[in-house]
């Protein structure tokens, strides 16, 4: 007996600790900051240091674990006596400029090593704490899977060099679903790029980083940016030809409905092998499928040259956009399962 299935889709990272006695519970508690000088959010900032005070000694954690932004090539100088922190500026700070510090895992305390997670602090050297974001995710081109630790930096330029030779203006790593915000920026428009920097000078210098970048220039105050990190080496994948035994009736058909009509190829997956390519049409037959748990996902096939290509930075050619049926598709011999899928490329 013969059966059908329809399925049906449309498109359309914040996170008074008392010394226990001995036999008490012991200290789990990160250091808590008492004050800053200057305060946090100070304007007209002039100061050559700020000095944060905890409840309790603290010590160094990470020295690496500060950001300043805008960027800057010369981190603030550290200094921590007892329960004191201080940061002194070693370069001229920018007039009329807000600066965040990101301070994250930075210090702990001395007793018990508890880290301080978060503390974060904001100034401006003009008379306005600036309010505009940048927001957005980033995503394996090949996968289309979120990638977390990426560098994104923003730029004013936007040559076919920027991300060889030229420092960002500002900079936040994405967290681990991907996504990656900039606060405080005044109103202006930058160029974004973003690279997964393995060799970490925020430069593109290995020929397998794999960097990425938006098309169009940006302007504050915009959000749902999508970055697709491709490597200029990636080849496309190979097809694993599917065996079919003619002699018997254990298959199953996927029948694909409503495909773009742009040049697009679509790729069946199975347990991480693709089994299936073919150019796109209207409505697309696979026949003889054996039964089990499969994926689907779509190329658009700018070049039309039927297989997914990668990108080229210094052309400024992204990676072909790959797009991910979002459920497992499950084939069942004798039946015929119809997949309805919107998408806009």
């Given at each position: 007996m013969k059966h059908t299935i329809?399925?049906?889709?449309?498109?359309l990272c914040s996170c008074a600790n008392v010394i226990a006695p001995n036999g008490g519970p012991k200290d789990i508690n990160?250091?808590?900051?008492?004050?800053?000088?200057?305060?946090?959010?100070?304007?007209?900032?002039n100061q050559p240091n700020i000095v944060f005070v905890f409840n309790e000694n603290i010590e160094l954690n990470?020295?690496?674990?500060?950001?300043?932004?805008?960027?800057?090539?010369?981190?603030?100088?550290?200094?921590?006596?007892?329960?004191?922190?201080?940061?002194?500026f070693e370069e001229k700070l920018l007039s009329n400029t807000t600066y965040f510090l990101s301070l994250n895992d930075l210090i702990k305390d001395v007793n018990e090593g508890n880290i301080l997670n978060e503390l974060n602090y904001m100034f401006s050297t003009g008379d306005k704490i600036d309010s505009l974001t940048i927001s957005g995710t980033v995503i394996d081109a090949k996968s289309s899977e979120?990638?977390?630790s990426v560098w994104i930096g923003l730029y004013k330029s936007n040559n076919d060099?920027?991300?060889?030779?030229?420092?960002?203006?500002?900079i936040v790593k994405s967290c681990k679903n991907g996504k990656f915000s900039f606060s405080n920026l005044s109103n202006e428009s930058f160029y974004i790029y973003a690279i997964d920097d393995l060799d970490n000078n925020l430069k593109f210098s290995i020929p397998y980083e794999k960097v990425g970048f938006?098309?169009?220039?940006?302007?504050?105050?915009?959000k749902d940016i999508e970055i697709r990190l491709f490597d200029e080496t990636a080849i496309a994948d190979s097809v694993k030809q599917i065996s079919i035994d003619s002699?018997?009736?254990?298959?199953?058909?996927?029948?694909?409905d409503s495909l773009p009509k742009t040049p697009t190829i679509i790729e069946l997956i199975k347990d991480k092998n693709i089994v299936y390519r073919k150019s796109g049409i209207?409505?697309?037959?696979?026949?003889?499928?054996?039964?089990?748990?499969?994926?689907l996902r779509f190329i658009d096939d700018k070049n039309e040259n039927g297989i997914w290509d990668s990108g080229n930075l210094i052309n400024r050619i992204p990676a072909e956009k790959v797009i991910l049926y979002p459920n497992e598709i499950t084939i069942r011999e004798n039946w015929d399962i119809v997949v309805e899928w919107q998408s806009n490329l």
């Open positions: 329809y399925i049906g889709f449309f498109f990160a250091p808590k900051l008492l004050e800053i000088f200057p305060k946090n959010n100070t304007l007209s900032f990470d020295d690496n674990n500060i950001l300043i932004s805008p960027y800057s090539k010369k981190t603030p100088k550290i200094d921590v006596k007892k329960n004191e922190l201080k940061l002194e979120p990638l977390s060099s920027v991300l060889y030779k030229e420092d960002p203006i500002y938006y098309n169009e220039k940006v302007l504050s105050q915009t002699l018997t009736n254990s298959f199953g058909k996927l029948i694909i209207n409505i697309l037959y696979i026949d003889s499928l054996k039964a089990g748990i499969y994926s």
